[in-house]
């Protein structure tokens, strides 16, 4: 039975082990990160593709999205999904059937996320933050698929580290223009026109609608200058 000494309260030893149990909660974030790295590494070059848990096997998007990293996989491409069902499954499926290795980076949830079966690497994460780095870092290209608050959150995630220099360059490719229509819209007529961001900034996206012009785009975007992240690329991502 654990003693109060003078002056001290239930509440003051229930800070302090609430402090001990967040402080030791460093270590498996660390190995979460460590993880990470040592086994996504070696994998490259790699694709991050995104979209819906809860689009069905028969809607349009969910093909699609298998399309399109079945091409990239066949092209030389590693595809990255989060692991679950619907539009990550999808991604998966086409990996795993295609040339490259298809990775699932699985996250610990009360709901939704059920680990599919179409992994050749399975990585898993409870939390959100250190598994976003691990999508950023070893990406040559984001592919967003239609999504909900999470597939929106990535795309924010990785235009916010691009448009401020905390990321290299890299293609982003939005898929379904009817889908992602408003939100460009909105993005023109209000983020542009109050100045919050600068016209400039929507260059940082492509919307395609064809999975063989969403594999076009990243290799004309790398065209000119190759895979290979130069010298202050790699500084940079050092710091992501």
């Not at 399975?122 to 967003?144: G, I, N, Q």
Request: with cysteine; aromatic share 12%.
């Amino acid at each position: 039975m654990t003693e109060i000494s003078s002056g001290e309260s239930y509440d003051d030893i229930s800070q302090s082990g609430q402090l001990t149990r967040e402080s030791w909660k460093v270590f498996q974030i660390m190995a979460e990160f460590v993880e990470g790295f040592e086994r996504l590494a070696p994998i490259w070059p790699a694709v991050s593709i995104f979209g819906s848990a809860r689009t069905p096997r028969d809607r349009e998007d969910y093909q699609k999205a298998e399309q399109i990293a079945r091409l990239l996989s066949d092209s030389g491409f590693a595809v990255i999904s989060g692991g679950g069902p619907g539009i990550m499954e999808a991604v998966n499926k086409g990996g795993y059937f295609g040339k490259s290795p298809s990775i699932g980076l699985n996250i610990q949830l009360p709901h939704e996320q059920t680990a599919n079966e179409y992994q050749d690497i399975a990585l898993d994460f409870r939390h959100f933050f250190s598994r976003k780095v691990m999508f950023v870092k070893y990406a040559s290209a984001y592919v967003v698929m239609p999504g909900g608050f999470g597939t929106l959150d990535e795309l924010a995630e990785i235009l916010t580290l691009v448009q401020t220099g905390k990321s290299r360059r890299i293609p982003i490719v939005l898929v379904n223009s009817r889908f992602w229509s408003g939100l460009l819209e909105w993005f023109r007529g209000t983020l542009c026109r109050e100045e919050t961001i600068d016209p400039e900034d929507l260059d940082l996206m492509y919307v395609c609608d064809d999975p063989k012009e969403v594999v076009e785009a990243i290799f004309a975007h790398y065209e000119a200058r190759g895979f290979e992240p130069s010298t202050a690329e790699r500084e940079i991502m050092l710091e992501l």
